[in-house]
């Protein structure tokens, strides 16, 4: 599944910033655990994980996908920004 760090709200100290699905809106980030999720007319319900990341790349083929960070390089474990 594609998705994107939210940008409008600080992470948890100790960890990092909440990610979400990139077809949510970032006005219904706070209402996920709210709404309702159901296919759209005529499309098919995905059920496995396989399925979802199916969907994803056929709608986002050429999105960035499975990045890295580079080891921690210091003796606090501090690591590397994300790349693709």
Not at 12 to 21: A, D, M, V, W
Not at 30 to 43: F, V, W, Y
Request: charged share 25%; with cysteine.
């Amino acid at each position: 599944m594609y998705a994107k760090f939210r940008a409008d709200k600080e992470p948890t100290p100790g960890h990092s910033r909440e990610l979400f699905n990139v077809n949510v809106k970032p006005e219904d980030y706070d209402m996920i655990t709210a709404k309702k999720s159901s296919p759209a007319s005529g499309e098919k319900k995905c059920v496995t994980i396989l399925q979802h990341f199916q969907k994803h790349v056929a709608s986002n083929p050429n999105t960035p996908f499975l990045g890295t960070r580079k080891p921690a390089s210091t003796p606090e474990g501090e690591v590397g920004p994300y790349e693709w």
